[in-house]
């Protein structure tokens, strides 16, 4: 059995793109990895964009180059784009909260399912939450109703070094009771 901790622990944000392309197949485990995310009432409010169409992954690139930001994604191979849909809750819990409560945690747990799943075939990926949003949307046709959530990048890693992570030690936000 894989463990887990050990994935969770390589998967790291990847801003060193390899020119390597990635294979089809991996790309399709990735959307099956995060298909197979859990929602509130199963929901499932999520649409995805893959990007794989060499000019448009340049395209897209660029849409993400912000203020000298992400220049990285120039050799991103190919990009998930993430779209917030209307989640359909029980009745009963629709009654009581905004229908979309749930949404953007659900859609949290869908990117990190499938970034995880990119680690495990060896893919490195990078979440990126800036981008030009008009700019993406008319690119991919994606309706105005429709809010995108995150764009994520993909690629070989061009290092198999892994980064020593930077967090909060757990004692500074976990209570045990
Ligand atoms: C919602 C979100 C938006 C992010 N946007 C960007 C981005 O635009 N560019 C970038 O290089 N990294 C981006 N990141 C990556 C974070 O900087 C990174 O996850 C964090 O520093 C932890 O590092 P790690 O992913 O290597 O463990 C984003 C991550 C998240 C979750």
């Excluded at 793109?17 to 859990?38: G, Y």
């Excluded at 990078?126 to 994520?152: H, M, Q, S, T, W």
Aim: charge should be neutral; proline fraction near 5%.
């Amino acid at each position: 059995m894989a463990d887990f901790l050990e994935l969770a622990g390589r998967r790291q944000s990847c801003r060193n793109f390899a020119s390597k392309p990635v294979e089809h197949d991996k790309i399709v485990k990735c959307v099956e990895a995060a298909r197979l995310a859990p929602s509130g009432c199963n929901s499932q409010p999520w649409s995805l964009v893959v990007v794989e169409n060499p000019d448009k992954v340049k395209e897209v690139a660029e849409s993400t180059q912000l203020m000298g930001l992400n220049a990285h994604n120039s050799k991103a191979q190919a990009f998930f784009v993430v779209v917030e849909e209307p989640a359909v809750l029980m009745k009963k819990i629709g009654q009581l909260v905004d229908s979309q409560i749930f949404a953007q945690g659900d859609l949290g747990g869908f990117a990190l399912s499938l970034c995880l799943e990119a680690e495990s075939l060896g893919l490195g990926t990078c979440i990126i939450g800036l981008y030009d949003r008009p700019r993406l949307r008319e690119l991919l046709g994606i309706a105005e109703d429709r809010k995108i959530f995150i764009v994520i990048s993909v690629g070989y890693p061009e290092s198999d070094k892994i980064r020593e992570k930077i967090r909060k030690p757990a004692d500074s936000f976990v209570r045990y009771v």
